[in-house]
């Protein structure tokens, strides 16, 4: 069964307090893995793409990286403005349809 | 240029009724996607467009959902005969079309179905 499953669901950290959020798919034929930010009330906000394992990206504390079974949210040395909740997605075919995780929420305290 | 946008950002409607949902993608995408997410949760595949044609609707939940892309731009799903556990956030997103696509989404539209 096609599935993405995010790990943990909720995350509180310190400021600073360094962590990594987990993202793990069965979706059969890796197309790519898509990280999201999302804001309460608002739409996902694009934050990376991942395409094959052993490939990472980064932007400013957030980092991604990606084996063949899972991918890994970064983050470093947070700050309350990080708070979130993070979605991961995974592709089918030729991107006709996607499969999301339940997000992992986070909380940074200042 | 603009973003996604979708109409109305909030939907209160009766159950039993009818609503439409409509979204307006980024200029020149010919992808268009729909969602839906209910709270705590995240988006949950509804139908995917390409151009004008609904190249896979395998997500929507039974015959009362509907949505069209008449013009290969603007989107409307429509939802007949309305049920309480319909109620969640539609979103829409849309991207270039592309074998290494991006979607990029709207605000969303809250329906509530009393």
């Known amino acids: 069964e096609d599935q993405v499953t995010q790990s943990p669901e909720a995350l509180r950290l310190q400021e600073g307090e360094s962590s990594s959020l987990n993202c793990s798919y069965t979706?059969?034929?890796?197309?790519?893995l898509f990280w999201y930010r999302q804001d309460p009330g608002k739409g996902p906000e694009f934050l990376f793409t991942?395409?094959?394992a052993g490939e990472e990206k980064e932007k400013e504390r957030l980092k991604a990286t990606l084996t063949k079974k899972e991918s890994f949210l970064h983050i470093t040395a947070p700050k309350p403005e990080d708070s979130a909740t993070y979605l991961c997605?995974?592709?089918?075919?030729?991107?006709?349809?996607?499969?999301f995780g339940s997000g992992t929420k986070l909380n940074v305290k200042p | 240029g603009a973003g996604v946008s979708q109409t109305p950002s909030n939907k209160v409607t009766e159950k039993g009724k009818y609503v439409e949902l409509r979204c307006d993608p980024i200029?020149?995408?010919?992808?268009l996607y729909w969602y839906r997410q209910s709270l705590g949760q995240g988006p949950e595949f509804l139908i995917y467009?390409?151009?004008?044609?609904?190249?896979?609707d395998s997500g929507l939940p039974n015959d009362r959902f509907f949505a069209v892309r008449p013009e290969g731009s603007v989107s409307t799903l429509k939802i007949q005969r309305t049920e309480r556990g319909d109620s969640a956030v539609y979103l829409c997103?849309?991207?270039?079309?592309?074998?290494?696509?991006?979607?990029?989404f709207g605000p969303g539209t809250r329906l509530t179905v009393l």
């Open positions: 200029s020149g995408h010919t992808a």
């Open positions: 997605a995974v592709p089918k075919y030729n991107f006709n349809k996607f499969y």
């Open positions: 467009f390409q151009g004008t044609g609904a190249a896979d």
């Open positions: 979706v059969s034929g890796l197309r790519g």
């Open positions: 997103a849309s991207g270039a079309g592309t074998s290494t696509d991006t979607q990029y």
């Open positions: 991942l395409y094959s």
